[in-house]
């Protein structure tokens, strides 16, 4: 393939040199259904056409609402082949975001998902007086504002494609807002091929690859990372519509490669351990030895005839049945949004798979940092891409080693959409991208992202906790579903903790125990203590949590308190619990489940 400059050339390239390989795969009552990359050229002209009829031209904003299925790229390319703008969306975004998105960036049409998100849509049009169609993914072909309708009576016309300019902006992507409102992100397409081109030298992949994409696209990670790069190179996507039916869509379609959260992996692992607890000692041994050896085994050690033969017996046993679980092909997974926690990675190279972890933002287009093909380092977030340079900025912090990270390079984006205040902010003297996060180098030069600037709090002794990382390891535990550390100006830190209601169920029946009110259980409560205890031993005591509050809900993004991208919302959870967590520092501080120190 020629190196293209733009959307528009990397689709268009890419569907003529794999015309009859499958592209995307939609699960039917019959089975899986593929779209070839020869269908997908001629239903994004057809789409082209169906677009430029709603009068959409170079500029105008493009909204896509929705899951992902074949619409979307078709939709994405279509827009981008009339130099307009994407600015995608999540269907599972609270209405009121959608229209401060919406008027944010001054869409002219959306593109909606689902009868209710187009219902919505279609009401809020009287006060955006920008939004000028409205069609429904989903609405009967009969109905002018389908989008069936649409891409039939364009595929009656021809319309070449435009080649927009690199530097024109591509989309406009919102970040999550875990507070305040999203802010646009400004992308061009100069900055999506960077990116693509750039992972692609690092981590080279074939045609012949199959992914399961079940990450939205509306995020980089999603969009970028798995869509855009794996219709670069011609891979095969099948798309999964329901998170809760993932593991049967993995069994039934055995992907290659996985683009992934660490979250996913994180309750594979639970699960396994959560299984295990309830085998015989002599099964729970042969595990963790043969976990052990197949570690030692990948950190080049020497591993004798004795922990071999362990090591078969747990893959038997074991091992085999997770990896038949995951489809029996799996080879790689590029994980990002967040760090994976060494037990869980060291568990998954136990299973075969590799993991590569990278690290980026929306502002960097995607990846910034990657682990390289062949030389993986575990608990960091690899080097920099191609092209791109990091800088820790300690000045920040004080500290001679720790620091913000700022990134340069053709990836990082043009700006934020109308907020020269934050723009402003944003960017160093030099032009670096400020990312909030904070880092450092290791000796092997491997990026190690240890917070979010803003999400650190300072105890009443001056001492400063970092939650993420405690949050991270606290969910590891087969039985902790979701974590909130709190602790800002008070004398020490609490944790807010969400149960896996699956695997207290399965603990209270093989104890014995009749579970009451999860929340005020004192068996339980000694239970989650223990499980934190034991998983923040590795953290400085005035990090650890010395109390605990157990709630029912979830975190989800239902009911507001996660992102679309499943980001913690911490002040809207703080708010919602405030007693709670007040009540964790009263006397006497026995009744709360608190910890020794």
Same mark, same amino acid.
Not at 413 to 439: C, Q, S, V
């Given at each position: ?312 017996? /747990? !893959? ?82 004080? !500290? ?41 180098? !290791?000796? /092997? ?153």
């Amino acid at each position: 393939m020629l190196n293209p400059r733009t959307l528009v050339e990397l689709y268009q390239q890419s569907c003529v040199d794999n015309a009859e390989r499958p592209a995307f795969g939609t699960r039917r009552q019959k089975g899986w259904e593929w779209l070839s990359y020869g269908e997908l050229l001629r239903r994004v002209d057809a789409a082209r056409v169906g677009l430029a009829g709603l009068g959409v031209g170079p500029g105008d904003k493009v909204a896509i609402i929705a899951r992902n299925r074949v619409e979307w790229p078709i939709a994405c390319y279509a827009a981008a082949g009339l130099g307009a703008v994407v600015v995608p969306m999540y269907e599972k975004q609270l209405p009121s975001e959608w229209r401060f998105i919406l008027g944010d960036a001054g869409a002219k049409v959306a593109l909606v998902s689902g009868a209710l998100a187009f219902s919505a849509v279609t009401a809020m049009q009287a006060e955006l007086l920008e939004l000028d169609h409205v069609v429904g993914l989903d609405q009967p072909e009969a109905d002018p504002r389908s989008w069936a309708a649409l891409e039939r009576l364009g595929s009656l016309a021809e319309l070449p494609p435009v080649t927009p300019a690199p530097d024109a902006v591509a989309q406009i992507i919102y970040t999550s807002g875990t507070t305040g409102q999203p802010k646009g992100v400004l992308l061009t397409h100069a900055n999506f091929i960077a990116d693509i081109e750039a992972m692609r030298k690092v981590f080279p992949i074939e045609p012949e690859e199959r992914t399961v994409s079940f990450l939205p696209w509306a995020h980089v990670l999603g969009q970028i990372g798995e869509l855009h790069h794996g219709v670069a190179v011609g891979i095969s996507m099948a798309l999964n519509d329901e998170l809760t039916r993932l593991l049967e869509d993995i069994q039934e379609v055995r992907p290659t490669l996985l683009v992934a959260v660490p979250s996913v992996f994180n309750r594979i692992h639970a699960s396994v351990v959560r299984q295990i607890a309830h085998k015989s000692k002599l099964v729970q041994r042969l595990f963790a030895d043969g976990l052990a050896t197949a570690t030692h085994q990948h950190h080049g050690e020497h591993v004798g005839l004795l922990e071999r033969l362990e090591l078969a017996v /747990d !893959d038997r046993l074991i091992l085999a049945k997770v990896r038949d679980k995951l489809g029996g092909r799996l080879k790689w997974v590029f994980c990002g949004g967040a760090s994976l926690g060494r037990e869980v990675a060291e568990f998954i190279d136990s299973l075969g798979i590799t993991v590569h972890e990278g690290y980026g933002l929306t502002e960097t287009s995607c990846t910034a940092t990657l682990q390289p093909k062949g030389a993986r380092k575990i608990g960091t977030a690899g080097q920099p891409l191609p092209g791109v340079m990091v800088d820790i900025d300690t000045l920040v912090t004080g !500290d001679p080693r720790i620091g913000e990270v700022v990134i340069y390079g053709p990836i990082v984006m043009k700006g934020y959409h109308n907020r020269p205040r934050e723009n402003a902010a944003a960017f160093t003297p030099d032009g670096g991208l400020r990312t909030g996060d904070l880092g450092y180098f !290791d000796d /092997d030069g491997y990026l190690v992202i240890t917070g979010r600037i803003k999400e650190q709090f300072k105890l009443d002794n001056g001492k400063y906790v970092m939650p993420m990382p405690i949050e991270e390891a606290i969910k590891l535990s087969p039985y902790i579903k979701n974590v909130l550390l709190y602790g800002a100006n008070r004398p020490y830190c609490v944790a807010l903790l969400v149960p896996d209601v699956t695997a207290i169920e399965e603990w209270a029946a093989a104890s014995g125990i009749r579970l009451g009110d999860l929340g005020q259980d004192p068996r339980l409560h000694e239970l989650m203590q223990r499980e934190v205890h034991q998983r923040c031993q590795d953290f400085p005591a005035f990090q650890r949590p010395r109390a605990v509050a157990v709630v029912g809900e979830d975190f989800s993004t239902d009911n507001g308190l996660l992102t679309p991208t499943l980001k913690l919302k911490r002040q809207r959870v703080v708010e919602r619990y405030l007693d709670r967590l007040e009540q964790l520092y009263q006397p006497p501080p026995g009744e709360h489940g608190v910890a020794a120190p």
